[in-house]
């Protein structure tokens, strides 16, 4: 942890010389921090796409076996199983920055150059215990409903229960530490809304996909 640690203070004080504005250093720490994920983000995005592709299979699914809570589950694995498709992908990107995170809240809570440091009025080195908690738990909803909902029965579940703690995970961090990595966090996830709206996905198989639906819609109603 300390050789992340060291690596992210020295890319902090590099944009600090470049920009002299530990908020933009900040920034530009973020976004280099996307960078270094956006393969990740990808894997993601293709998965979150065959998700998306499977909500008819998953709704017709959901609607068939809605007194059956025990068969719904079963039947919501079988077709997971059948088009390699992991429901968990989903929140790949936001385990794997946690690692990341903490991280940088060791580096940013340890400078002591953003102790006096602002930045749009805010003292970086202190928490702001009002607006930035608020702007990190909407943000981070915001980025954890574009993921494709699983189709309901215990999956569904877990993946609101899993939202529910990262929420939760979000507001202790912004809340408890300095401004600065509340301002880290919102940035990261701006970051991962643009990379949703404007990167590319590629290997879109969705006709595909759209016929082995069919195919399996077929022998559930056999």
């Not at 690596?7 to 996307?34: H, N, P, Q």
């Not at 017709?60 to 039947?75: A, G, H, S, V, W």
Request: proline share 5%; glycine share 6%.
């Amino acid at each position: 942890m300390s050789y992340l640690v060291n690596a992210m203070v020295a890319v902090l004080d590099f944009f600090y010389g470049l920009t002299s504005s530990w908020g933009l250093a900040i920034i530009l720490l973020t976004f280099v921090v996307r960078l270094i994920i956006l393969p990740l983000s990808i894997m993601q995005a293709r998965a979150n796409q065959r998700l998306q592709e499977l909500q008819p299979e998953l709704q017709r699914i959901q609607k068939k076996y809605k007194d059956d809570p025990e068969r719904l589950n079963l039947e919501l694995a079988d077709l997971y199983h059948r088009y390699r498709v992991n429901p968990a992908s989903g929140c790949l990107v936001f385990l794997v920055q946690l690692p990341i995170l903490l991280g940088i809240i060791r580096a940013l809570e340890a400078h002591t150059a953003l102790k006096s440091a602002t930045f749009l009025g805010i003292t970086l080195g202190q928490p702001e215990r009002l607006w930035l908690p608020l702007i990190t738990v909407a943000t981070t909803y915001i980025a954890f409903k574009l993921t494709p909902s699983m189709g309901g029965g215990a999956q569904a579940s877990q993946q609101t229960a899993m939202m529910v703690a990262l929420l939760a995970l979000m507001f202790f961090f912004s809340f408890r530490f300095s401004a600065a990595v509340a301002l880290y966090i919102i940035a990261a996830n701006v970051f991962g809304l643009f990379e949703r709206l404007v990167v590319p996905v590629p290997g879109s198989d969705k006709e595909g996909v759209s016929a082995r639906e069919k195919r399996g819609g077929q022998r559930e109603d056999s």
